[in-house]
């Protein structure tokens, strides 16, 4: 699979073809660099186990530049590469692990990985976001979020923080019980997000159909985005050996380390309110005046509040008909509904065209 490889007869370059065609085997895993490099010098190594790595001497470190996996390494460690294993990879297909992103090269069959820029593990992202089944309203709406700068959210877009491997996340239109989003794991590193087709186009069974602006379809969107992240750190704890992903997390801790994992219940939403709130509103301020503000204003925080007002969370804080329940609840509807019969309440955000 490897045209830079010498011993032909071995398909999968796996033994003795690494040590002849990418210098000196070393202790079998990395190869014996010369002790006086010269800047710029490369070393191309083959492992037994069939990785192909370009090693280069930059300012006095050999510095891993190139990095092929054959099909064999990605089937023989699947919990390591278990992102790479797709049955029909795409042409230019990327991830991103381990500090590397990777691209499906299909002329030779393999993927092929060079050290991830921010740049680069941002499209890499983008690419693992399966959006094909979006409206074009809704779809522009994800697009926009892309490209948040500010708080924690944009991190999650940008890989998770770049703390672990990117996540395969598709999202679809659907009826969804009245559930305007719902998140679940279909299988380890993959989730799939559902926006209701109902909350979507407005229909509420009275024959006026009134779609929500998108602020409200930009706010449910990060409530689900953090249902992904929260799922991801289970599997970055459980599969991918990083055992303090959930330290910061004491309420998901709590449920899913010490206990099996069993979904987004509502520790999750519990978690949201705990430590999100703020930033997920930030988040929304950010897409619907396009700036980036410490000065987060109280309309922002009752629409991602606005969100959680089935969980129990949230009524565990507010009293049905209370002055803040209300706010909260006229703020949200206000966009959802994109109007009021209430005159002190206007949607801020656009209807979808």
Known sequence: MYTTCSCEKNIYRVSTCGIEGGGAGGNGETPSFPQFPTENQIIDFLSPEGKFIRYQFINNIWKIVLINLADVIVKSKPAKYSFLIFNYPVNQQKVYNDGMVYTFESEINTWSGVIATDELTAQAIEDQIDDSKLDPCTKAVLDKLKKLTQSDIADIFKKLGKTSTVYNLTYEIKPNNGNPGSTKQTAPNNYSTTLDSDFLYGIDGTGINKPPTNLAIAAVMIHEMVHTYFFSLFDDNKNNGVPKALDNFDILYSKYVSNQYVGADDAQHAQIWKSFI?????????????????????????IMMGTLMTTNIFKSKYNEGSAEYNRIKNNYITEKNNGSNDPSYSPKGKPCQ
């Not at 005046?289 to 009752?302: A, E, H, K, V, W």
């Open 278 to 302: 703020k930033i997920m509103a930030s988040s929304l301020q950010e897409f619907n005046t396009g700036i980036p503000t410490d000065s987060l204003t109280q309309f922002y925080q009752d």
